[in-house]
Every structure is written in structure tokens, then in C-alpha cells.
């Protein structure tokens, strides 16, 4: 029943597309229109029963792509089904809707919107501009969208991942007795970026002050021969343990390998490589779809919502238990512990840049919105760019 609407779906946003393509955007539009579609602090009006709310999820690859995608997915599919929601009836997912297209994103909104959908979830940053501008000829729909809080119209989410990251490099550095050097693969050289990289960083350093993270850098959000290439340098470097910021299973694989150990990225990872995943940082937003899905059908939304949430949202997988030892996740436990009651906080001073400069003096703490657009890099990360 799914795959059949699905392809139905994907026909007419084709079709749509290739039509919009000679005509005016849907945003253009939107924008003629004399008012806005609601205040930022507007509700939608109508009620419904959970169950019958129609949802739809936009994505920029595939929905099983082993990383990114497959992580907002899984958490939508917990969503519904916690909230009793039929997903092989009422939701409809759309793959390889590429952020740059604007005609196509429009298109896709448009026929999703046809097809009955009281809330669409943008499942990557990309999107949100496109959803700003086209969200007042929809009015009645509630535009959902992984970002920061830049637009007062659309609902925007974002996840304090730094919490899962910070405990993943203090895990590394706890297992790694041998040598104060741990490593680290990154993708592309941007503020997300930064700050995994960052807060592993900083786990690493909370559990032992001299380690360093040596990082190599794959300027590609996903490129399986890079991402491995770049691992067996690290390997090759002398380091045995890693964290990553990457979509594919070619780290992992590699470490288990050449006999290396590795904490997974956006889902478990362990099935991927048993040998070498210790844990995996997973992007958990359950939690926030959920609340975003129940409000709306209960018809107190705001479109102006942000959420920006860390606890069980930036959350570890289970620990690999043939590979971390008791006293080790207990260890790690009572962290993430501390992290939630504030007795820890990740982004707390004194902190410096690899250049030596303070960037949090002692007893402060950095603001949510230089974590989030953060440039740096602290002082013990090498082979950071600046």
C-alpha cells in the first residue's frame, strides 16, 4: 500500500516539477499575495484525533542511506508509532529531493499538500528558506524544519548533539590508555561540523587533559573511498580510536580493518562493523516530532515554535559490551549524568582556540548562538582549518 502511494507521489511531483519549470514559483507566488498566512505566534485552529493526521517527510537522499536520512526517519517512524499514528496509511515520505532545486522542493510541497498533509517535515537545513517563502499559500499546514531559529513561520528544530559528542571523545580517551592521541573524520568544514568535532574535542580532554584529536578532513558529506582513505591515515598515524562526522559505514569498516575502534555516526553502527564500533552518536529526534505531531493535532502549535533540545535527543547507543568495559560505561553513565543535571557543562570556561585565544572566560559559559555558528576550533584539535 506504502510504495504504491509513494511512487504515485513521486510521479506527480515529477510532473509538477517539469511544469514549474516554465511558469512562476510557488514561492513568487506566495510572496504577491497581500498578507501574511498567520502571526508568528498564530495556533492552528482546528483539532484532530492524532490518528488521522497525514504527515510527510521531504528528504535530500534516501531514507536508508546509513546515516543522516535514515536517522530523521527512524525517529518519525518512532514518533507515529508512539502516537498510534498508521504510517502505511498516513505517512508519506519523498527521497532525493535535491535542497538546491527550489522548483522541484516547491512542487514536491505542492503535491504533498494535495495529497492531504496536515504537517510536512524538511528533513535537511536546506529546505528552510523554500518552506518560509511558500508556507503562506498554505496556511492550514504546518511546516516543520531542521534548522536553527531563523524564520517566524515555519516550526524549526535543532538538536544540542554536542552532549553526545563530548561524552563520545571522553569514552575514546578512557579506553585509549596507551597514548594521548585519538583522531577524528570529518566531512565538510562547517559550524555542525565544528562543533561535534569540538565537543569530542572536549570529552577527550575532560578525561585526560593531554589528549589531542588529530583530525582529517573529507571536504564531502559523503564519500565512502575518502571517508576510508582518511581513516587508514589516521590508523597509519598511530591512532587507534576515532570519532567521525560522517554518513557512511567505510570508517568503522576500516578500523575493524586495520584493528581500530570508532564511535559510529548519526545511527548504531555496530552492525556495520562489531569489531571496532564502541558506541554510536545517533541523532534522536523522536521526541521532538512527537511533540510537534501532538501539538498540532490538538491545535496549539505555534509556527513560530523552536526546539533545541539535547538529553535523550543527543544520545548514545547501547555500548558495544565485547568491547567497553563495565567500569568504562559506568564511567560514561555517570557523566551524561552530570551533563543533565548541569553539574557539567560542555562549553564552559576556561576555553581556548587552537591559537591560544580565550574564547570563555573561567566560570562563564559560551552562548547557544556562538555554539551554534561556531568558527573555531579548541586548542586541542589538530589539523583544524583556519
Known amino acids: 500500500m506504502k510504495k504504491k502511494i509513494l511512487s504515485l507521489l513521486l510521479a506527480a511531483v515529477m ?20 498578507a501574511a498566512a498567520e502571526a508568528a505566534d498564530s495556533t492552528a485552529a482546528e483539532k ?23 536517522a530523521m526517519h527512524e525517529g518519525l517512524l518512532r514518533a507515529c508509532d508512539e502516537l498510534g499514528v498508521d504510517t502505511e496509511k498516513n505517512l508519506l515520505t519523498v527521497e532525493n529531493i535535491a535542497e538546491e532545486d527550489t522548483a522541484l522542493v516547491e512542487s514536491t510541497v505542492d503535491t504533498l499538500v494535495d495529497s492531504g498533509a496536515d504537517i510536512i517535515f524538511g528533513c535537511s537545513a536546506g529546505y528552510a528558506t523554500i518552506f518560509a517563502e511558500i508556507q503562506p499559500k498554505y496556511p492550514d499546514v504546518i511546516f516543520a524544519q531542521q534548522g536553527n531559529d531563523v524564520y517566524d513561520n515555519i516550526v524549526e528544530m535543532q538538536i544540542r548533539g554536542y552532549e553526545g559528542e563530548f561524552l563520545a571523545g571522553y569514552l575514546c580517551a578512557l579506553m585509549n590508555e596507551e597514548s594521548d592521541q585519538l583522531g577524528f573524520e570529518a566531512s565538510m568544514d562547517e559550524a555542525s561540523v565544528r562543533t561535534a568535532l569540538n565537543a569530542y574535542a572536549l570529552g577527550a580532554k575532560y578525561a585526560n587533559p593531554n589528549a589531542t584529536v588529530q583530525v582529517i578532513w573529507a571536504d564531502s558529506w559523503y564519500d565512502l573511498d575518502i571517508e576510508a582513505a582518511n581513516a587508514e591515515a589516521l590508523i597509519n598515524n598511530g591512532i587507534k580510536y576515532m570519532g567521525m562526522e560522517a554518513s557512511s559505514p567505510a570508517v568503522p569498516q576500516k578500523c575493524e580493518e586495520k584493528g581500530a575502534y570508532c564511535i559510529g555516526y548519526n545511527i548504531d553502527m555496530e552492525a556495520n562493523a562489531p569489531g571496532a564500533v564502541l558506541t554510536s552518536f545517533c541523532w534522536n529526534w523522536t521526541p521532538i516530532m512527537k511533540d510537534i505531531i501532538q501539538k498540532t493535532a490538538d491545535g496549539t502549535i505555534k ?17 558495544n559490551d565485547a568491547l567497553v568495559p563495565a567500569e568504562i560505561q559506568d564511567k560514561v553513565n555517570e557523566l551524561k549524568s552530570k551533563l543533565e543535571s548541569g553539574e557539567v557543562v560542555v562549553y564552559a570556561g576556561e576555553l581556548k582556540d587552537d591559537k591560544g585565544n580565550v574564547l570563555v572566560a573561567e566560570g562563564e559559559t559560551m552562548d547557544d548562538e556562538v555554539i551554534l555558528a561556531q568558527e573555531f576550533f579548541v586548542d586541542n584539535v589538530i589539523g583544524g582549518k583556519n
Open 48 to 70: 484532530k484525533d492524532v490518528k488521522d493526521l497525514v504527515i510527510a517527510e521531504v528528504h535530500y537522499s534516501v531514507v536508508e542511506d546509513g546515516g543522516w536520512a535514515q
Open 15 to 34: 510532473a509538477v516539477s517539469l511544469a514549474a519549470c516554465g511558469g512562476s514559483s510557488a514561492a513568487t507566488q506566495a510572496k504577491e499575495e497581500p
Open 303 to 319: 509556527i513560530s515554535d523552536n526546539y533545541y533540545e539535547g538529553g535523550e535527543c543527543s544520545k548514545l547507543a547501547p555500548f
